[in-house]
T-cell receptor
Framework: DAGVTQSPTHLIKTRGQHVTLRCSPI?????VSWYQQVLGQGPQFIFQ???????GRGNFPDRFSARQFPNYSSELNVNALLLGDSALYLC???????????FGPGTRLTVL | AQSVTQLGSHVSVSEGALVLLRCNYS??????LFWYVQYPNQGLQLLLK??????LVKGINGFEAEFKKSETSFHLTKPSAHMSDAAEYFC????????????FGKGTRLSVIA
């Protein structure tokens, strides 16, 4: 069975640009969460979506937004990129909230 | 609010030696506790989890962890380290209802010396 997939694998942007990261959950999973992992740190929660509704949001500025589509895939958007947005962005899916999350391989974003 | 403290950002052991990675948590509600492993340039893989019931939890690859409520700890152990265990290990906590997202520690990098 296919696991969580994320695209692209790597991305290089310049300050001020906009980026869209994509995530496809495991088949049958209806919940998707996004995490940011800065080099040398643990992942930090950004968003959780369940059944296309936002269930939770971490302590991130409004430049970060996300959505979940009818097929349960998800996009994370970041506007006005800053150097500090350089990180590994992880997507995790689960059948629902409160159930074990399965992580994708991540998208490595570099902001120059 | 919940938080996780992992003692030691880097642990080095010899092949065949005991692995002990420390995790202490803070939670105002009964916690769910997790250990994840991350290999270079990869995502996170769940090693084991504590939800309810038995406090000694066995996971994949010979790892186990014990939930000690009185010590607010969830240390990860493996009796005999293997070269393939070299990776970054993260402890995480959420509330027992799953209503809060995972809160991760800063991670411990495990090196295994031949």
């Amino acid at each position: 069975d296919a696991g969580v997939t994320q695209s692209p694998t790597h991305l290089i942007k310049t300050r001020g640009q906009h980026v869209t990261l994509r995530c496809s959950p495991i088949s049958g999973h209806k919940s998707v969460s996004w995490y940011q992992q800065v080099l040398g740190q643990g992942p930090q929660f950004i968003f959780q979506y369940y059944e296309k509704e936002e269930r939770g949001r971490g302590n991130f500025p409004d430049r970060f937004s996300a959505r979940q589509f009818p097929n349960y895939s998800s996009e994370l958007n970041v506007n006005a990129l800053l150097l500090g947005d350089s990180a590994l962005y992880l997507c995790a899916s689960s059948p629902g909230p409160g159930v074990e999350q399965f992580f994708g391989p991540g998208t490595r974003l570099t902001v120059l | 609010a919940q938080s996780v403290t992992q003692l030691g950002s880097h642990v080095s052991v010899s092949e065949g030696a005991l692995v002990l990675l420390r995790c202490n948590y803070s939670s105002s509600v009964p916690p769910y506790l997790f250990w994840y492993v991350q290999y270079p340039n990869q995502g996170l893989q769940l090693l084991l989890k504590y939800t309810t019931g038995a406090t000694l939890v066995k996971g994949i690859n010979g790892f186990e962890a014990e939930f000690k409520k009185s010590e607010t700890s969830f240390h990860l152990t493996k009796p005999s380290a293997h070269m393939s265990d070299a990776a970054e290990y993260f402890c995480a906590v959420s509330d027992s209802g799953g209503n809060t997202p995972l809160v991760f520690g800063k991670g411990t990098r495990l090196s295994v010396i031949a």
